[in-house]
Antibody, heavy 122, light 107 residues
Framework: QVQLVQSGAEVKKPGSSVKVSCKAS????????LSWVRQAPGQGLEWMGG????????HYAQKFQGRVTITADETTNTLYMDLRSLTSEDTALYYC???????????????WGQGTRVTVSS | DIQMTQSPSTLSASVGDRVTITCRAS??????LAWYQHKPGKAPKVLIY???TLESGVPSRFSGSGSGTEFTLTISSLQPDDFATYYC?????????FGQGTKLEIK
C-alpha cells in the first residue's frame, strides 16, 4: 500500500510551464509503476506518461511527447511531472497513480493521489 | 498508441438491474486490461485488473471478462453506490490508454 500526496493547485499563464509533485510513503518507492493521469473539465481520464523508478526510463503518450517530462527522486520518494508550453486545453485535474510493476507495460493503478488542479488562463 | 473505445457512453439503469459495459481495443492486448470506477471529487478506484481479476475489497457483483480486443464489465445487481463513471484502461504496452468512459445514471 502506497499513500500519495500531491502538491497544491497552480494557476499558470499560456506558454508557461508547470511542475507538479507527488510524494509517496508507506512502501518502497522503487518497486512500483508510477504514472500521471489527467482529467480536463467535462472530459475523461487521459494517461500522460509513467515510469518504474528502478528502470528509470519514462514513457509518454504520443500526444505529450516533447512537452512533458516525468522524473522520480528516489531519495525523497517523490514523482514529478513537468508540462511545458501550456495552453487553456491543459486546464485539468492531474493525478499521480501507482500500481504493481508489469515489466514492459504501463501498469494498472490501485493507489492514487488526491489530484492537483492546474488552471491555465491569461 | 492503442485506442480504447467504450460503449455505451451513457447508460441509464435502476437499482437491481444487471448492466454490461463494453470496451474494445484497436489491437490485441491479450488480457492486459483494467476497469475503474470514478466519482466526482474522488480519485478513480480500480475494480478489476488482468481483465477478470477482482481487486481486493471490491464487491463480487462486479465482474470482468474478455481477451484480445473485446472486453466487458458486468455489474450483476446495481446498488445505489454504483452510479458513477466507468473507464477501461489497457496496459499491454508501456504507454497506457483509457477508454472515453461510460456514465452510469439512475433511470
Amino acid at each position: 500500500q502506497v499513500q500519495l500526496v500531491q502538491s497544491g493547485a497552480e494557476v499558470k499563464k499560456p506558454g508557461s510551464s508547470v511542475k507538479v509533485s507527488c510524494k509517496a510513503s508507506g512502501d518502497s518507492f522503487s518497486t512500483y509503476v508510477l504514472s500521471w493521469v489527467r482529467q480536463a473539465p467535462g472530459q475523461g481520464l487521459e494517461w500522460m506518461g509513467g515510469l518504474i523508478p528502478v528502470f528509470r526510463t519514462p514513457h509518454y503518450a504520443q500526444k505529450f511527447q516533447g512537452r512533458v517530462t516525468i522524473t522520480a527522486d528516489e531519495t525523497t520518494n517523490t514523482l514529478y511531472m513537468d508540462l511545458r508550453s501550456l495552453t487553456s486545453e491543459d486546464t485539468a485535474l492531474y493525478y499521480c497513480a501507482t500500481g504493481p510493476i508489469s515489466v514492459g507495460r504501463s501498469g494498472w493503478y490501485n493507489d492514487w493521489g488526491q489530484g492537483t488542479r492546474v488552471t491555465v488562463s491569461s | 498508441d492503442i485506442q480504447m473505445t467504450q460503449s455505451p457512453s451513457t447508460l441509464s439503469a435502476s437499482v437491481g438491474d444487471r448492466v454490461t459495459i463494453t470496451c474494445r481495443a484497436s489491437q490485441n492486448i491479450s488480457t492486459w486490461l483494467a476497469w475503474y470506477q470514478h466519482k466526482p471529487g474522488k480519485a478513480p478506484k480500480v475494480l478489476i485488473y488482468k481483465a477478470s481479476t477482482l481487486e481486493s475489497g471490491v464487491p463480487s457483483r462486479f465482474s470482468g471478462s474478455g481477451s484480445g480486443t473485446e472486453f466487458t464489465l458486468t455489474i450483476s445487481s446495481l446498488q445505489p453506490d454504483d452510479f458513477a463513471t466507468y473507464y477501461c484502461q489497457q496496459y499491454h504496452t508501456n504507454r497506457g490508454t483509457f477508454g472515453q468512459g461510460t456514465k452510469l445514471e439512475i433511470k
